[in-house]
């Protein structure tokens, strides 16, 4: 359930109706909503109750500063992947101890950074890795609590660009190797070893691969334990997916996965964390665009729209459905007609849907991209000197914009043109 409804035949993001806020910053634009990013978090803080708990926004998902400080304000962690999104976490207020680092490839300076501002645990991926944490951290006189992430080679049934679960996937260290590597973890200076690590991929719509990899990871918390570790926590990554049609049959409710998760460390006495991103910010964005032109072409129509493949890549990346709704509600009983649905950026590949059955636009109709409040604007680039789109974001009847357009000005002069030139 989002909070994108129409009203009086009008979309409306909560109490806003939306042609009122392409009026105000122009097409396209980025809307999202503070009802639902809150009723997202919560159905996982609910799922979770009566375990020890931390939900942290996967803040790859959605880093901007409004949003994550829409979470913090609930109590949210943040799961980081860069310095960036580290210094972003910060800059939202989310303290140290609420912040987790993973990624396969940490430098040097983003682990510095984030021994000194403070750091709930470092998810490591590997031993070269795990030799250099510890050489930082020692070099700093400090401890860095740390998980290992295992590759627990489950089959995600994702996408493959977003499954890491395999053992053909770049991500973690194979489970099969986890005791040898929890001992060098252990001999190491610098060092806590706290608990395990597991992400198995993204848009995951059934259960049964989590149980899976969570049942081999109850287990190996049983071995590691046996072993002499303490291990404490469980970090059982993101990945939940999220309903991208009407049409499509519902993944599983996070209720549903928050019980899996109870039935899988029950008896262990640990502290659990997810890392779920999608599922928190997808459906509390949309993007709005407007019809440039409508093209007749052989045998099928385009409808040229003003956003493009810069601004909302996942069509053209991962092959990636998202639904399309008119702003103004079409009357009952208008037909329907099929458009090639694309973008104005000089690629084939900058098509959002083919044979997408619409009712009628024309030229200057607004259309809504539903779950786009996921890996959209995080993904955006300037290619083709697009400027990045707005970001707004709606609460009740208060609209913000929470990053403006880029001005030509602003982009052009970022570049430096030598004086030697
Ligand atoms: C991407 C990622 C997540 C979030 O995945 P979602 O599918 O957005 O929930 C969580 N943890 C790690 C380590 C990730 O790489």
């Given at each position: 359930?989002?909070?994108?409804?129409?009203?009086?035949?009008i979309?409306?993001?909560?109490?806003?109706?939306?042609?009122?806020?392409?009026?105000?910053?122009?097409?396209?634009?980025?809307?999202?909503?503070?009802?639902?990013?809150?009723?997202?978090?919560?159905?996982?803080k609910?799922?979770?109750?009566?375990?020890?708990?931390?939900?942290?926004?996967a803040?790859?998902?959605?880093?901007?500063?409004?949003?994550?400080?829409?979470?913090?304000?609930?109590?949210?962690?943040?799961?980081?992947?860069?310095?960036g999104?580290?210094?972003?976490?910060?800059?939202?207020?989310?303290?140290?101890?609420?912040?987790?680092?993973?990624?396969?490839?940490k430098?040097?300076?983003e682990?510095?950074?984030?021994?000194?501002?403070?750091?709930?645990?470092?998810?490591?991926?590997?031993?070269?890795?795990?030799?250099?944490?510890?050489?930082v951290?020692?070099?700093m006189?400090?401890?860095?609590?740390?998980?290992?992430?295992?590759?627990?080679d489950?089959?995600?049934?994702?996408?493959?660009?977003?499954?890491?679960?395999?053992?053909?996937?770049?991500?973690?260290?194979?489970?099969?190797?986890?005791?040898?590597?929890?001992?060098?973890?252990?001999?190491?200076p610098?060092?806590e070893?706290?608990?395990?690590?597991?992400?198995i991929?993204?848009?995951?719509?059934?259960?049964?691969?989590?149980e899976?990899?969570?049942?081999?990871?109850?287990e190996?918390?049983r071995?590691?334990?046996?072993?002499?570790?303490?291990?404490?926590?469980?970090?059982?990554?993101?990945?939940?997916?999220?309903?991208?049609?009407?049409?499509?049959?519902?993944?599983?409710?996070?209720?549903?996965?928050?019980?899996?998760?109870?039935?899988?460390?029950?008896?262990?006495?640990?502290?659990?964390?997810?890392?779920?991103?999608?599922?928190?910010?997808?459906n509390?964005?949309?993007?709005?665009?407007?019809?440039?032109?409508?093209?007749?072409?052989?045998?099928?129509?385009?409808?040229?729209?003003?956003?493009?493949?810069?601004?909302?890549?996942?069509?053209?990346?991962?092959?990636?459905?998202?639904?399309?709704?008119?702003?103004?509600?079409p009357?009952?009983?208008?037909?329907?007609?099929?458009?090639?649905?694309?973008?104005?950026?000089?690629?084939?590949?900058?098509?959002?849907?083919?044979?997408?059955?619409?009712?009628?636009?024309?030229?200057?109709?607004?259309?809504?991209?539903?779950?786009?409040?996921?890996?959209?604007?995080?993904?955006?680039?300037?290619?083709?000197?697009?400027p990045?789109?707005?970001?707004?974001?709606?609460?009740?009847?208060?609209?913000?914009?929470?990053?403006?357009?880029?001005?030509?000005d602003?982009?052009?002069?970022?570049?430096?043109?030598?004086?030697?030139?």
């Amino acid at each position: 359930m989002d909070h994108f409804l129409y009203r009086n035949g009008i979309l409306h993001a909560e109490d806003v109706p939306l042609p009122e806020i392409a009026a105000q910053v122009g097409t396209p634009f980025y809307v999202y909503s503070t009802a639902t990013l809150t009723r997202h978090y919560q159905l996982f803080k609910d799922a979770l109750d009566g375990v020890p708990n931390m939900v942290c926004f996967a803040m790859k998902a959605n880093s901007n500063q409004a949003v994550l400080k829409v979470l913090a304000g609930l109590g949210a962690g943040m799961d980081v992947v860069s310095g960036g999104e580290y210094a972003r976490a910060k800059a939202a207020g989310v303290p140290g101890e609420r912040i987790v680092f993973s990624g396969v490839g940490k430098t040097r300076a983003e682990m510095r950074a984030a021994l000194e501002g403070g750091i709930r645990q470092f998810n490591i991926e590997s031993e070269p890795e795990m030799g250099v944490l510890s050489e930082v951290a020692s070099s700093m006189g400090a401890t860095a609590p740390v998980t290992i992430r295992v590759n627990p080679d489950v089959d995600a049934r994702t996408h493959e660009k977003i499954a890491t679960g395999k053992s053909d996937n770049k991500f973690g260290i194979p489970i099969s190797r986890a005791k040898e590597v929890y001992a060098l973890a252990a001999s190491l200076p610098g060092l806590e070893v706290i608990g395990i690590d597991v992400h198995i991929g993204s848009q995951l719509v059934d259960l049964e691969p989590f149980e899976q990899a969570y049942a081999k990871v109850a287990e190996l918390t049983r071995m590691l334990r046996a072993e002499g570790h303490d291990i404490r926590r469980l970090d059982l990554g993101g990945g939940l997916g999220i309903p991208y049609t009407r049409s499509n049959e519902a993944p599983p409710l996070p209720t549903d996965y928050g019980a899996l998760i109870k039935r899988c460390v029950a008896g262990l006495d640990v502290e659990v964390e997810i890392e779920p991103g999608r599922l928190i910010a997808g459906n509390a964005g949309l993007l709005v665009s407007s019809v440039i032109y409508l093209k007749n072409g052989e045998g099928r129509d385009f409808l040229i729209l003003d956003a493009a493949m810069n601004d909302l890549i996942r069509p053209s990346m991962y092959g990636a459905y998202h639904d399309i709704d008119p702003v103004v509600e079409p009357a009952p009983g208008a037909g329907r007609q099929p458009y090639d649905v694309v973008g104005p950026v000089c690629e084939s590949g900058d098509t959002f849907a083919k044979g997408r059955e619409l009712p009628p636009l024309v030229s200057g109709d607004l259309v809504a991209f539903r779950s786009a409040g996921a890996y959209g604007a995080v993904m955006s680039s300037e290619y083709n000197t697009r400027p990045l789109i707005p970001e707004v974001l709606v609460k009740g009847d208060h609209v913000a914009v929470i990053r403006p357009r880029p001005t030509f000005d602003e982009i052009i002069n970022r570049d430096i043109v030598p004086e030697w030139l």
